[in-house]
Every structure is written in structure tokens, then in C-alpha cells.
């Protein structure tokens, strides 16, 4: 699967739980929380500051191993 700004972060963990610590790293606490089952990597990255490229292509190189 490949991941893009629009994904949910739901999805991503669901499909790659090993992503989680990459969520950690930027500052995104909340992954078990109800924000996360319906917040796409977009939003979740504009609210906390973070670029959402960075972050993809990190979920995407781990998604690939």
C-alpha cells in the first residue's frame, strides 16, 4: 500500500503498526484517539506543524520493506 495526504492515520496503522513511532517522533500522542480514525495525514501534520512529504516518505520507504 502505498500512503498519500489523504490517507487516515487509522489506515496507515492498521496496515503498517510499526509507522507508530514516526507519529511519536513529530509530536502526534493522540494515535488511539478518535481524531486518528478519521484525521487524513494532512490534517493531522497542519495541526501539529509538521510537513506532510517528510512524513510520507518515511511511511512510505517503511511501508516498502
Known amino acids: 500500500m ?3 495526504k489523504d490517507t487516515i492515520i487509522g489506515e496507515v496503522l492498521d496496515h503498517c503498526p510499526e509507522a507508530a ?3 511519536l517522533e513529530i509530536g502526534m ?3 488511539g484517539c478518535p ?21 510520507l516518505n ?6 516498502a520493506k
Request: aromatic share 6%; charged share 20%.
Open 21 to 23: 513511532p514516526l507519529f
Open 35 to 55: 481524531s486518528a480514525r478519521s484525521e487524513t495525514i494532512e490534517q493531522a501534520c497542519l495541526v501539529h506543524g509538521n510537513d506532510p512529504e517528510v512524513l
Open 29 to 31: 500522542h493522540c494515535l
Open 2 to 4: 502505498t500512503f498519500t
Open 58 to 63: 518515511k511511511l512510505n520507504e517503511l511501508a
